[in-house]
């Protein structure tokens, strides 16, 4: 991707560990270079750039809402072990924005920078909360059988059903067992769109 460059350009990876021209950049680099160590064999490729990467988990993101959307509607056969894939990827790519948002990107990027910096805390408790759902999402989809259950449906185990979409700002992990799978995954994609109406530009 052409947006690569610019950031490449800076967060230099070539004799130390990480030689940074600023503590911000150290801070970028010290993230990437970590996610490398732990998931590229060998380490070899090409390191990308913080924007392409958190532009990635958002694609991934997009595509495995897509996925679940498809499969509680009838459009995509229903598959427990794609389920769990496309679950784990909502934990995986949840627990990193955090640091994948951490340091102005540059204008490749259609995140408000500057927002995200002076509103670190909220954007932060807004990821954590996609990341709680997530995981709860998780674990429905662990204990799911090989066929949708009325108990996974929108509407089920929660008194009220819908009307509970965003209703409190965060909720405990015990609160969250007692929500159905479908509804967990409308919890979360209420959260993307929280994030998006004050962080992304290009909305
Ligand atoms: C904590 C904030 C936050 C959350 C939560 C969040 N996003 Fe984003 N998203 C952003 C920001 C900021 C950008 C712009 C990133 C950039 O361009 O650097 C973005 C960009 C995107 C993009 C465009 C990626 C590209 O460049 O092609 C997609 C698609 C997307 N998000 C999907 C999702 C989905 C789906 C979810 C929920 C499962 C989600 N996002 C949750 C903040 C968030």
Not at 14 to 38: E, Y
Not at 145 to 158: A, K, L, Q, Y
């Amino acid at each position: 991707m052409a947006q690569s460059s610019d950031i490449v350009k800076e967060v230099k990876f070539s004799n130390g560990p990480f030689m940074p021209k600023s503590r911000r950049l150290a801070i970028i680099s010290a993230a990437v270079v970590l996610f490398q160590l732990t998931s590229v064999p060998g380490g070899v490729a090409r390191p990308s750039s913080t924007v392409e990467r958190r532009q990635q988990a958002m694609k991934d993101m997009a595509l495995a809402a897509k996925t679940i959307a498809a499969m509680f509607s009838g459009d995509v056969a229903y598959g427990k072990t794609r389920l769990r894939e496309v679950a784990s990827a909502f934990v995986l790519h949840s627990s990193e924005l955090s640091v994948l948002f951490a340091g102005s990107a540059g204008s490749k990027s259609e995140a408000d920078d500057r927002r995200i910096a002076a509103e670190r805390k909220e954007f932060d408790e807004i990821a954590t909360r996609l990341e709680e759902l997530a995981v709860a999402f998780d674990r429905k989809a662990a204990q799911a059988g090989n066929e949708i259950t009325p108990d996974m449906r929108m509407g089920s185990g929660v008194p009220g059903g819908g009307s509970l979409l965003g209703a409190r700002p965060s909720r405990t992990e015990a609160d969250l067992s007692d929500i159905s799978a479908e509804h967990l995954f409308h919890m979360m994609l209420e959260t993307c769109t929280t994030c998006h109406s004050k962080y992304r530009l290009r909305k």
